[in-house]
């Protein structure tokens, strides 16, 4: 049981949009900030947004993310057969003095 | 450029110790923190340490506590996780990864896979 909870799934057509939340608490997501990782398919994880809404350099700005209290969303617009991945949302959790990461949610470009 | 590439990973009985290494490159290592996460097969990424830049702080994910210590070496750019008293759920391919702080993990390694079975 993840103390961060996203979705198991979400799909979309390509060139749509797909958002994920990432739903915490006070002692997580309410008072640090959030980061974004995707992982393809065999491969390590890959930081996509960090402090909550800034995209390193080389991410296209397809991908966006957000934060409002205690939950956080990822959006990917224009959706490509290359966005599907796991993607997992990650905070430092000030109670546990550790970092946190969601259950993950799978996206699938139908 | 940056590189993190770990070692040590192997098959291990229940009970028993292993040390993983991340040698690093491309950066000034001293300068920054690091992580430690594992992903057990087929399951989400688990976070198991973080260690300052300097090593003056070290935190550990409760899963671990008390069996795991994470340690660096600043004059040979390496990251080490000591485990001990290994149990079959810490099966996983584990990564190393840069932070940004605390805050984020901005590079990570390619993973080394440890199986802990009899």
């Known amino acids: 049981q993840s103390v961060l909870t996203q979705p198991p799934s979400v799909s979309a057509a390509p060139g749509q949009k797909v958002t994920i939340s990432c739903s915490g608490s006070s002692s997580n997501i309410g008072n640090n900030y959030v980061s974004w990782y995707q992982q393809l398919p065999g491969t390590a994880p890959k930081l996509l947004i960090y402090?909550?809404?800034k995209r390193p350099s080389g991410i296209p700005d397809r991908f966006s993310g957000s934060k409002s209290g205690t939950s956080a969303t990822l959006g990917i617009t224009g959706l490509q057969t290359g966005d599907e991945a796991d993607y997992y949302c990650e905070t430092w959790d000030s109670s546990l003095s550790g970092g946190v990461f969601g259950g993950g949610t799978k996206v699938t470009v139908l | 450029q940056v590189q993190l590439v770990e070692s040590g990973g192997g098959v291990v009985q229940p009970g028993g110790s292993l040390r993983l290494s991340c040698a690093v490159s491309?950066?000034?290592?001293?300068?920054?923190?690091f992580h430690w996460v594992r992903q057990a097969p087929a399951k989400g990424l688990e976070w198991v340490a973080y260690?300052?830049?300097?090593?003056?702080?070290?935190y550990y994910a409760d899963s671990v506590k008390g069996r795991f210590t994470i340690s660096r070496d600043n004059y040979n750019n390496t990251l080490y996780l000591q485990m001990n008293s290994l149990k079959p759920e810490d099966t996983a391919i584990y990564y190393c990864?840069?932070?940004?702080?605390?805050?984020?993990?901005?590079?990570w390694g390619q993973g080394t896979l440890v199986t802990v079975s009899s």
């Open positions: 990864a840069r932070g940004g702080g605390y805050r984020y993990l901005e590079y």
């Open positions: 260690i300052h830049f300097d090593g003056s702080a070290k």
């Open positions: 402090d909550n809404d």
């Open positions: 491309g950066f000034t290592f001293s300068t920054y923190g």
